[in-house]
């Protein structure tokens, strides 16, 4: 199939009698109760199961492989190549499938807060709490803007649609496969709603680049000083927890695009694990669950509806999706200046690496390109504790393009900009997993915003005798012992058993990277 007959079709399908367009969030509410998808919880939010599909399943994500496309994709595990032939007959079946539904639910919105490079988008869904989903998690337009909306990217999940990998070419009844040239996202099998948001993603990763602007999977923050600070971390990691801070106003918590401007959202709202969420620890994300709010796998008492963040019977990957409006200090639009302090969050189960160490420009491109943490329960599907990564750019599942075009830009930004870089663990320590504990967030918090207030900028340091790390000898409200990896650890052998193996894993990751400088290789990395 051509374009204009894959617009054809979709134009067909939407202007089909089962349609509902842009239902309010009360409307949306009303139809994923109704209809026994989710039900209400006591404090208001719409909570619903996902079945075996808890997490992202990347295994069953593709890409087209198109003629004005493919050699710019980085093809591999993570942009796996599949043939138009197998998109064109999957697209008409899935078509056919959604056409023959009591009701559909069409979303109208963007991608992007900055004007320039926003991407016009629309999700159809089977589902009603998911079209809340996406009207919670992208950017809702106005109804001047609603009137001459036109969709560049076009997502269409039918999740009780499930392919025959022996018919359909797929590794499995999942599949999630974009199409560039064809501007189609097609979503089946999976009932996990993350998929449509990290698609999309996707997308503004291939896209912004192309317009010389940093796609990042990080999330950020503003001081009333005008001071961004970006947060770098995959799932589970802290990106959420760290820049949700009452004293600044939050930007965005996971997908921003990094122009000649400054920083912008890429979303219009917030997708929090909620799993152990307290209102002391979290408040701001605690406090966000509410009327409009779509939780995911949460337990919930069936006769009181109050919710169990602290039961993982479904996944520990239990999730919050919520408009950043439900944020009390946001910045809206979410747009901002240039950052003054990068951090880059690892959970690290191996225990040996500092809470917080000061980076050098070299350190800063080395660890950006490794992107080490542990991949932890829930986050992906037969994911049940956490597992060492190295995950390129703290988000390699999200890059279509080569690492190495989103590293380059980074280094530019940090020398042109003169942004601080700090490597912080919020994972184990005084052990590995299973026998150390994890990072107190009370101390993380504490730590984080020392560095971005510029309160570590000139302290006195320690060079970590294994991976060169700079670690500061203090930092005021949290235990000197806390600081050292080494002594946090009573079997000092152990631990330097343990920091030797996690340093040959970062220099055999690091042996793939065979076009980036002498001096990241040498000045970057552990300890030769």
């Known amino acids: 199939m051509n374009s204009v007959e894959i617009a054809n079709e979709l134009k067909e399908l939407l202007s089909g009698g089962n349609i509902n367009v842009q239902l309010s969030v009360p409307q949306l509410v009303e139809k994923a109760t109704s209809r026994g998808e989710a039900m209400l919880t006591v404090d208001g939010a719409v909570r619903a199961e996902t079945g075996k599909y808890t997490g992202r399943s990347p295994k069953d994500k593709y890409m087209v492989e198109e003629a004005d496309t493919k050699d710019k994709i980085d093809w591999g595990k993570v942009n796996q190549p599949i043939s138009s032939e197998v998109f064109d007959n999957l697209y008409v079946k899935v078509v056919k499938y959604l056409k023959e539904r009591d009701e559909l639910f069409v979303f109208k919105g963007y991608a992007g807060a900055d004007k320039d490079s926003q991407l016009s988008i629309q999700v159809i869904n089977e589902y009603a ?8 998690l992208f950017i809702r337009p106005t109804k001047e803007e609603l009137a001459s909306h036109v969709a560049d990217f076009t997502v269409i999940s039918a999740p009780n649609f499930k392919a025959d990998p022996a018919v359909d070419g797929t590794s499995s ?11 189609i996202i097609l979503i089946g099998g999976t009932e996990y709603a993350g998929e ?3 698609s999309i993603f996707g997308i503004m990763n291939y896209l912004l680049p192309e317009q010389n602007i940093l796609s990042m999977h990080c999330s950020a923050n503003v001081g009333e000083a005008g001071d961004v600070a970006l947060f770098f971390g995959l799932s589970g990691t802290g990106k959420t927890t760290l820049s949700a801070d009452a004293d ?3 930007i965005g918590d996971d997908e921003h695009g990094w122009s000649d401007n400054g920083v912008f959202n890429i979303e219009g709202g917030c997708y929090a694990k909620t799993i152990n969420l307290s209102a002391e620890n979290e408040p701001e994300i605690y406090s966000a669950i509410r009327f409009g ?7 919930v008492d069936p006769e009181t509806r109050v919710c169990d963040y602290d039961d993982g019977s479904l996944t520990e990957n239990t999730r919050v999706a919520y408009p950043i409006q439900y944020i009390e200090n946001i910045v809206d639009p979410s747009v901002a200046g240039h950052p003054k302090t990068i951090v880059f ?3 690290d189960a191996f225990g040996v690496l500092p809470p917080i160490s000061k980076l050098t420009k070299e350190q800063a491109m080395y660890h950006f390109l490794s992107g080490f943490t542990s991949k932890l329960a829930g986050t992906e599907r037969g994911v049940t504790e956490p597992e060492p990564v190295f995950s390129t750019c703290f988000g390699s599942p999200f890059l279509p393009l080569p690492a190495t075009v989103y590293a380059e830009m980074l280094g530019q930004k940090i020398d042109e900009h003169g942004a601080q870089v700090f490597l912080v663990n919020t994972g184990w320590t005084g052990g590995e997993y299973g026998t150390g504990s994890r990072m107190k967030l009370s101390y993380t918090r504490t730590m984080v915003r020392a560095a971005i207030d510029g309160k570590l900028n000139n302290v006195e340091t320690i060079q970590d005798a294994v991976f060169g790390l700079h670690i500061p000898t203090t930092v005021e409200g949290v235990p000197t012992e806390v600081l050292n990896p080494r002594e946090a650890w009573a079997d000092k052998a152990a631990y330097d058993k343990k920091a030797a193996e996690l340093a040959g894993l970062f220099n055999d990751n690091f042996k793939k990277f065979s076009n980036v400088s002498e001096a990241i290789t040498k000045l970057g990395g552990p300890l030769k």
């Open 196 to 198: 449509m948001k990290k």
């Open 345 to 347: 969050l690892t959970a």
């Open 173 to 183: 009844e999942t599949f999630i496969i974009v199409s560039l040239e064809k501007k």
């Open 293 to 299: 709010s779509v939780l995911e796998n949460v337990a």
């Open 129 to 136: 709490w998911h079209n809340l989903f996406a009207h919670q």
């Open 248 to 250: 600044r106003k939050l």
